[in-house]
């Protein structure tokens, strides 16, 4: 599943091509995708679009909003033409639709921009999901309301972590990491990396991390991000921007997917295990 850098990325990437475009139509090809009334959004404008976490925010004009989660295998192509693929560009799931005709088979959701402009919304194994609310009621759902802050908030910092650890003392680290309701964005991958970083055992106790430990894992997690962000995310999760390119951080990776390797530091073999059921790459000798 795409994690913060990879869907903040797509974010970008679409901000570019359709912010400002006008929602004429919208067919909906799979209902179980499609949650709400789309008419609600048909001759608005988009204004923004915003990232929550692995989700994005489409704001329009009139004050409706889109939710979209890729999920695992979601994709959003946006052709400037409805018949031209020359000028396509895409972010998700890497698969044969980037120059496939589309819709297609996996095709569940299409948007049609007044001058002839398309986004669509295809997903291989149907997880992900487009729902629509309105942007003053988006805060209060089940969705955005259960997150933890961005790991680039200004509250995301020693004192919260701590206070985290004492409500959920239970949790290894990763666990910790990965728990969207404690910080928003991480996933295996970048979890991973991080406590490498800092030099933490993944299966140290939350509740046994230092106040120092935790200002050092703090700033571990903002510097992988922003490299995955400088790279263009991952490949290795299944992801492609939108330009149709892979992105490259998966190139700088110290210990995910690196079992049996040297660690980068000298002083053993990285190792995998398995962790709240996820697989988790670590070196024992250097993160304790």
Known sequence: MPELPEVEIVKRGLERRIVGLEIESVEIRLAKIFQGDHEKILNSKITQIQ???????????????????????????????????????????????????????FTHVVFHFKGGGVLYFNDIRRFGYIKVFDQKDLAKTKEISSLGPSPFAESFDEKYLLGATARRPKLKIKQLLMDQSIIAGIGNIYADESLFCAGISPLRMSSQITKEEFSKLIKCIRGVLELALEHGGSSENTFVNTEGERGGMQNFFKVYRQTGQ???????????????????????????
């Open 262 to 288: 040297d660690c980068p530091n000298g002083c053993g073999k990285i190792k995998r295990i398995v962790v709240g059921g996820r697989g988790t790459h670590y070196c024992p000798a250097c993160q304790k």
């Open 51 to 105: 990232r929550h976490a692995k989700m994005l925010e489409i704001d329009f004009a009139n004050s409706q909003s889109l939710l979209i989660h890729l999920k695992m295998t979601g994709q959003l192509i946006f052709d400037q033409k409805d018949t031209d693929k020359r000028s396509r560009v895409a972010g998700g799931h890497p698969s044969k639709d980037w120059v496939a005709d589309l819709p297609n088979q």
